[in-house]
């Protein structure tokens, strides 16, 4: 009798667990289903229905004009440009700043020097530092390179703030890896660089993925840099989001916006949809850990 009481108790609980679990999900997903029922109605259908009605049929219209046509500004070119704008930045941005973390947090975990506590405690702060504070010493280093408004000068720009956060990851994952295993490799000859290549990065794919993702979202989704150091062709995405919903026309658009909203945050939801498990994976690894 007891243990029928204590199985009825806990698949009660369980469905009291998942029923929660499902409205949690529901609840949040609920932005998401109306930006993307919005987006595929015509426009009269949106003003005459309700807002998380289905669509009575289907057109992906506001999806080619918030593509190629839709205004950003006085230019009616759609969010295309901007874009591949973001593609050139986040591709090489990502890349650099990843493989200086992991030389950084190599060196700081396994080739200490005197001071190396200093020179990381120096690199933290930089993760804490508001990116407010360095517009307009940046934009005076743009400037005296010459890299001011272009998308080479917003690489620039991740590249140097993203490090000081690869460092960390990168560091606190090196220091899990036994220093015997690296005093072994120079006994047997191996130098700085052939360890790193043939023994370290060999055993840091999770941080190399909880690294790609974090850094990929930050540099895509950024907007603060994007308008401050870019104009013109250069800008990213975000910016050109932003130009588009604020662009005053005779009539608003609303699958328009929704459109350009879906098509500026699809890269980095099919980031998360497609690695989310090894950015899961890396962090109990050992990406926190310290």
């Known amino acids: 009798m007891a243990n029928a009481e204590r199985t009825s108790s806990e698949r009660f609980w369980r469905f009291a667990l998942y029923g929660a679990l499902l409205f949690a999900a529901a609840y949040y997903l609920l932005p998401l289903y109306v930006m993307v029922t919005t987006s595929v109605k015509g426009i009269e259908e949106i003003r005459a229905g309700n807002l998380i009605a289905m669509p009575t049929a ?14 950003t500004g006085v230019s009616c070119n759609g969010l295309s440009g901007y874009f591949w704008n973001s593609v ?3 591709i090489p941005a990502v ?4 493989m200086l973390g992991a030389i950084n947090g190599y060196i700081l975990s396994k080739w200490r020097f005197p001071g190396s506590n200093l020179v990381f405690a120096m690199i933290l702060f930089g993760v804490f530092m508001p990116f407010q504070v360095l517009l307009l010493p940046m934009a005076q280093t743009l400037g005296w390179l010459g890299l001011a408004n ?23 994952y090196y220091v899990g ?19 790193f290549w043939r023994i370290i990065l060999p055993m840091s794919t999770p941080i190399i993925m909880v690294t790609l993702i974090w850094q990929f979202t930050q540099i895509w989704n950024d907007f603060l840099f994007g308008v ?19 662009t005053s026309t005779s009539v608003k658009e609303y699958n328009v916006d929704m459109a ?19 950015f899961v994976r890396g962090l109990t690894a050992g990406a926190v850990k310290g």
Request: net charge positive.
């Open 58 to 71: 289907i057109t992906f219209d506001a999806w080619s004009k918030a593509w190629s046509s839709a205004c």
């Open 228 to 246: 401050v150091f870019a104009s013109g062709d250069a800008q990213p995405i975000t910016v050109g989001l932003n130009n588009l919903a604020n």
């Open 95 to 98: 890349a650099i700043s990843t």
């Open 88 to 90: 050139r930045m986040v």
């Open 260 to 278: 350009a909203a879906l098509i500026a945050a699809l890269p980095t939801i099919l980031v998360y949809v497609f690695a989310g498990k090894y």
């Open 177 to 195: 890896i036994p220093d015997e295993l690296i005093k072994a490799a120079r006994l047997d000859g191996a130098g700085f660089w052939r360890i």
């Open 150 to 172: 272009t998308t080479t000068g917003l690489v620039f720009v991740h590249v140097v703030c993203g490090t000081a956060s690869t460092t960390l990851f990168f560091r606190n």
